[in-house]
């Protein structure tokens, strides 16, 4: 009973992924997966003839991320994960013109998406010296981001941010990013506010990240922005800061076992 329970915390519950796949005529298999959560389950594919080049051009390492497709307590999810998937490609296609972003491939099955894989290390995960115009790039991606009128939400995460083998950043998992429109609720006025607000929240975790790992380059201006914690931000940690801090009471107490940990 409680193992059943435990499954139903993950996106993919106690079903495994697919050990190969078929991307454009193209074979590729299972080689690691990155993350299982409550909403998606994301791996890593190679492709399987490594002795030729694949019969149509596409990446040799993609990325595919299966969005929730379990009940939980009954409840059916699957359109959860697919307004997900939806949702996340829709994103990407508006990024497709950036080269320090996921290139979408294609669909698979109603709540999977097949995206280009960015090879490197995280921010998170780096000993080695930026370059010194690491920052400078990243700030560009950013800014060239927000003039598509995406918001990306989740620059706060260092395990986002892709040292790529050039020393350029890569930004990816665009799950929780948005999509704000020129008018929302018939309100221009309304949608700059709200795209804004959020894209400054976006420089907000920027400029904190410099700040603590190239403090040397930052500058007054930059220092001050790194400290300057928008009502948006607080009203964020008032109300995730302690759903998060429960989820983890949760999982500690029933030690789930992640289904594909063994893969």
């Keep these: 009973m409680q193992g059943t329970f435990q499954n139903q915390l993950y996106a993919c519950g106690s079903r495994p992924l697919p050990a190969q796949i078929t991307v454009a005529e193209n074979s590729y298999r299972l080689s690691h997966v990155f993350k299982h959560d409550f909403f998606a389950a994301t791996a890593l594919y190679e492709y399987a003839d490594t002795s030729q080049q694949p019969l149509v051009p596409t990446p040799r390492q993609i990325i595919l991320k299966l969005n929730r497709q379990q009940h939980f307590l009954g409840l059916p999810l699957a359109w959860l994960g697919e307004m997900l998937c939806s949702h996340q490609i829709s994103i990407l296609r508006r990024l497709n013109h950036l080269n320090a972003t996921p290139r979408f491939i294609s669909r698979y099955g109603p709540a999977g998406l097949i995206y280009q894989y960015i090879p ?77 607000t959020l894209q400054n929240a976006d420089l907000y975790h920027f400029y904190k990240h410099k700040r603590k790992l190239a403090p040397e380059l930052l500058t007054a201006e930059e220092r001050s922005l790194s400290h300057s914690t928008s009502k948006a931000i607080k009203l964020h940690r008032l109300i995730a800061t302690p759903l998060r801090n429960l989820r983890r009471k949760i999982l500690k107490r029933i030690q789930p076992k992640d289904p594909l940990a063994t893969q």
Excluded: C, M, W
């Design 120 to 196: 490197g290390r995280t921010l998170d995960e780096n000993n080695q010296k930026l370059p010194d115009d690491f920052f400078d790039r990243l700030l560009q991606l950013l800014r060239r981001i927000h003039q598509a009128g995406v918001v990306y939400l989740d620059t706060n995460k260092l395990d986002n941010i892709i040292i790529g083998p050039d020393g350029r950043p890569n930004l990816v998992d665009f799950q929780i990013s948005l999509h704000i429109p020129k008018r929302f609720l018939f309100s221009h006025r309304l949608a700059e506010y709200i795209r804004n």
